[in-house]
């Protein structure tokens, strides 16, 4: 079956099979949010990005392991699951530096941008984003047989990047980090996960920055 992307609280999981690596989405919670489940097909090893809500469902999806829950900014939405997931898993945590002191769940691993976090032999790079919030953090992973794939947690959605509460410094500083540490770097043919919603790529987004900075949000 062909991976879309577009999953609904309630609903089934939606799976992308990669040479290295098996990328399962599933939405949870009131707040509609995506969380994703990272496995190495050669180790079995699992990453979860954002234990958002709905334990239970996040326990069936995982199965019987889960190594890392990665938090990719301190918004509550995105943690809600973590204190019962990793209680049940005993895996280990990984949040942004900055934003860690924000998540009540204590942060096992600190991620700085350029670090490199890894899932069985699998390799995604954190990139550290200002503005949705202090610390807030992109993974991407690089497919050696394909093109790059991209977690944006609420850093950069389809039609334009995260909330800011109307702050335009805020705004200003994540729209820079966004062109600079992501369209700057990363091909048109990049797939974006966002943390709520359907999946975009680069490419579409790309054509709309100037559009989204004279705007403002």
Known sequence: MTYHGA???GGPADVRELAHLMITKVAVGPMDNNAYLLRCRATDRQLLIDAA????????????????????????????????????????????RIDAEGIPVPTDLLLDDGDTLRV????????????????????????????????????????GIGNTQGDPERFRTLLDDVETKIFDELPDETWVYPGHGNDTTLGAERPHLAEWRERGW
């Open 7 to 9: 999953v609904k609280v």
């Open 120 to 159: 069985g032999e699998v390799s995604l790079k954190v990139r550290h984003l200002v503005g949705h919030t202090p610390g807030a953090i992109v993974l991407i992973y690089d497919d050696p047989q394909g093109h790059p794939h991209l977690f944006t947690g609420d850093c950069l959605f389809p039609g």
């Open 53 to 96: 809500n709905d334990a239970p469902v996040l326990l069936e999806t995982v199965g019987e392991r889960l190594d890392t829950v990665v938090t990719t900014h301190r918004h509550g939405d995105h943690w809600a699951a973590l204190e019962e997931v990793v209680s049940a898993t005993d895996a280990q945590t990984a949040a942004g």
